[in-house]
């Protein structure tokens, strides 16, 4: 354990925030993603899991290390629901709650149609599946920046 640091961040999740930049995506997933076939197309090129927590949980524990992009209006986005893309379910709603308390401000998620999500997952960066079993308990965050200290 460290202090400061979340628990559910484990040793690879925390080396593969750190490694990213500006403009990398993450993705986390829930148990029915394609995680370990999609997650080897990535530029890390392995699945990081972080087991038995919930998409919630999981966004929790990243957005408390990791900054969203502020120069992207896509930095926090869902996979749409099949057939009605406008429908927010329950699991996206908590992530929602999370991703507004993370950044201290609403900061509304859009919504990414289901085959096109998979294409963005690709490209990205790193994905984290969690043990989330709801269906559309998949989600990506676009990373940001710190800025200096203030002198």
Not at 36 to 50: E, F, H, P, Y
Not at 90 to 112: C, F, N, T, Y
Request: hydrophobic share 45%; glycine share 6%; charged share 25%.
């Amino acid at each position: 354990m460290l202090k400061g640091i979340h628990p559910l961040l484990n040793a690879d999740v925390l080396h593969a925030l750190r490694a990213m930049g500006h403009g990398d995506d993450l993705i986390i997933c829930d148990t029915n993603f394609p995680a370990d076939s999609v997650a080897r197309q990535t530029r890390l090129g392995s699945l990081l899991r972080i087991d038995n927590t919930t998409a919630a949980e999981v966004a929790e524990a990243v957005l408390s290390v990791y900054p969203l992009d502020t120069f992207v209006d896509d930095a926090a986005a869902r996979m749409e629901v099949v057939g009605n893309p406008n429908e927010v379910l329950p699991v996206q709603l908590e992530v929602q709650k999370v991703v507004d308390a993370a950044e201290g401000k609403s900061w509304p998620m859009i919504g990414v149609e289901r085959y096109a999500f998979y294409e963005r997952a690709k490209q990205a960066y790193a994905v984290i599946q969690t043990g989330e079993r709801r269906f559309y308990g998949c989600f990506a965050f676009r990373k940001g920046v710190i800025p200096p200290d203030s002198e």
